[in-house]
Protein backbone atom coordinates (compact mmCIF):
# COMPACT_ATOMS: atom_id res chain seq x y z
CA UNK A 1 0.00 0.00 0.00
CA UNK A 2 1.27 3.59 -0.92
CA UNK A 3 1.27 6.54 1.74
CA UNK A 4 -0.28 9.85 0.21
CA UNK A 5 2.12 12.60 0.39
CA UNK A 6 0.92 15.40 2.30
CA UNK A 7 2.04 19.10 1.60
CA UNK A 8 1.19 22.19 3.23
CA UNK A 9 -1.23 24.19 1.73
CA UNK A 10 0.28 27.36 2.04
CA UNK A 11 4.10 26.91 1.38
CA UNK A 12 3.42 23.87 -0.79
CA UNK A 13 6.78 21.87 0.66
CA UNK A 14 6.07 18.19 1.79
CA UNK A 15 4.90 17.39 5.55
CA UNK A 16 7.28 14.90 6.18
CA UNK A 17 6.30 13.96 9.89
CA UNK A 18 3.12 13.34 10.34
CA UNK A 19 2.69 14.63 13.74
CA UNK A 20 3.34 18.12 12.01
CA UNK A 21 0.41 17.58 9.63
CA UNK A 22 -2.92 19.59 10.55
CA UNK A 23 -6.37 18.61 8.58
CA UNK A 24 -6.92 22.50 7.52
CA UNK A 25 -10.23 21.08 5.40
CA UNK A 26 -11.41 19.59 2.53
CA UNK A 27 -11.43 20.87 -1.51
CA UNK A 28 -14.69 19.86 -3.75
CA UNK A 29 -13.24 18.69 -7.30
CA UNK A 30 -14.97 19.72 -10.61
CA UNK A 31 -15.27 16.04 -11.78
CA UNK A 32 -14.53 14.11 -8.50
CA UNK A 33 -14.73 13.86 -4.71
CA UNK A 34 -12.03 16.34 -3.93
CA UNK A 35 -8.88 16.05 -2.02
CA UNK A 36 -7.89 17.39 1.80
CA UNK A 37 -6.20 20.11 3.05
CA UNK A 38 -3.26 19.80 4.91
CA UNK A 39 -0.95 22.19 6.48
CA UNK A 40 2.41 22.26 8.84
CA UNK A 41 1.38 23.20 12.36
CA UNK A 42 3.37 26.71 11.98
CA UNK A 43 0.94 27.34 9.32
CA UNK A 44 -2.32 26.71 10.10
CA UNK A 45 -3.22 30.31 11.40
CA UNK A 46 -1.77 31.52 7.96
CA UNK A 47 -4.70 30.06 5.97
CA UNK A 48 -7.74 32.34 5.41
CA UNK A 49 -11.20 31.06 5.94
CA UNK A 50 -12.71 28.78 3.56
CA UNK A 51 -14.25 30.98 0.91
CA UNK A 52 -17.17 29.57 -0.01
CA UNK A 53 -18.08 29.22 3.70
CA UNK A 54 -17.63 33.10 3.83
CA UNK A 55 -19.72 33.83 0.91
CA UNK A 56 -22.56 31.76 2.00
CA UNK A 57 -22.58 33.43 5.73
CA UNK A 58 -22.42 36.95 3.69
CA UNK A 59 -25.10 35.97 1.69
CA UNK A 60 -27.57 34.42 4.64
CA UNK A 61 -26.40 38.08 6.46
CA UNK A 62 -27.20 40.64 3.73
CA UNK A 63 -31.01 38.29 3.17
CA UNK A 64 -31.74 39.32 7.39
CA UNK A 65 -30.74 42.54 6.53
CA UNK A 66 -33.46 42.63 3.62
CA UNK A 67 -36.05 41.23 5.46
CA UNK A 68 -35.90 43.34 8.56
Known amino acids: MTQLRRVCHHCDEPIDDPDDAVYAGHEMGNSGPGWDVWAHRAH ?17 LVMNALRS
Open 44 to 60: IDLLGPDPDAVRIVARL
